[in-house]
Structures are given as structure tokens and as C-alpha cells.
Nanobody, 120 residues
Framework: QVQLVESGGGLVQAGASLRLSCVGS????????IAWYRQAPGKQRERIAIIFTGGTLYADSVKGRFTISRDNARNTVYLQMNSLKPEDTAVYYC???????????????WGQGTQVTVSS
């Protein structure tokens, strides 16, 4: 079973930047689409970015501020987060996704995620 590990979160002030990392196996990263999700207390888990062979997709809430990228040699997908806002505060997760009936669907067991807290 493929295991993904998220890291890079922390406590920052509004306007700051963070880079999150998602590390897995080489074969997994070469064969799979990878997405970043986040979940704030009391809210549904939200998919915010995905990287696949044809490009990238972003949720409107992060477009223009966040960038997803991949380094298969290091078995890592990154999420560069700039101009952070208090509403970005959440636990951030990564997962492999497949397109099923028009919906990007997570296929792996969720990990522990990494906490991002943005103060005003």
C-alpha cells in the first residue's frame, strides 16, 4: 500500500509564504495524479490543487496564490503558498486521485496532514 507523508506546515503571519511537501514512492508519483486538500474545523475537506500530465487545476480560493509542482526524482509533490490569509488556516492533506464520473476522487487512505495556521 502506498504511503504519503505531508510536511512543511507552521504558524505564520498574514502575507507570509510556506511550502508544503508530499512524499511517496517513486512508482506511485510517476503513475498517479496528486492533489492537495485542506480541512478547516467544522468544514468539509476541500480540494485546492491537482497536478497531472496535462497540467494543473486550482480552486478559486487559492488560484494566483498557490502553486502545485512535482519532482519525481525526489518522490515529492509541493504546494507553494504565497500571500497567505487567515482563511487559509486548515490541516493540509495530499492524496492520489482518479477521474471518476467527472469527479477527481481520492483513492488512498488519508494521512495525518500538516497544520497551517495564519494569524492576522
Amino acid at each position: 500500500q502506498v504511503q504519503l507523508v505531508e510536511s512543511g506546515g507552521g504558524l505564520v503571519q498574514a502575507g507570509a509564504s510556506l511550502r508544503l511537501s508530499c512524499v511517496g514512492s517513486g512508482t506511485f508519483f510517476s503513475a498517479s495524479h496528486i492533489a492537495w486538500y485542506r480541512q478547516a474545523p467544522g468544514k468539509q475537506r476541500e480540494r485546492i490543487a491537482i497536478i497531472f500530465t496535462g497540467g494543473t487545476l486550482y480552486a478559486d480560493s487559492v488560484k494566483g496564490r498557490f502553486t502545485i509542482s512535482r519532482d519525481n526524482a525526489r518522490n515529492t509533490v509541493y504546494l507553494q503558498m504565497n500571500s497567505l490569509k487567515p482563511e487559509d488556516t486548515a490541516v493540509y492533506y495530499c492524496n492520489a486521485v482518479k477521474l471518476i464520473a467527472g469527479t477527481w476522487t481520492p483513492v488512498l487512505t488519508w494521512g495525518q496532514g500538516t497544520q497551517v495556521t495564519v494569524s492576522s
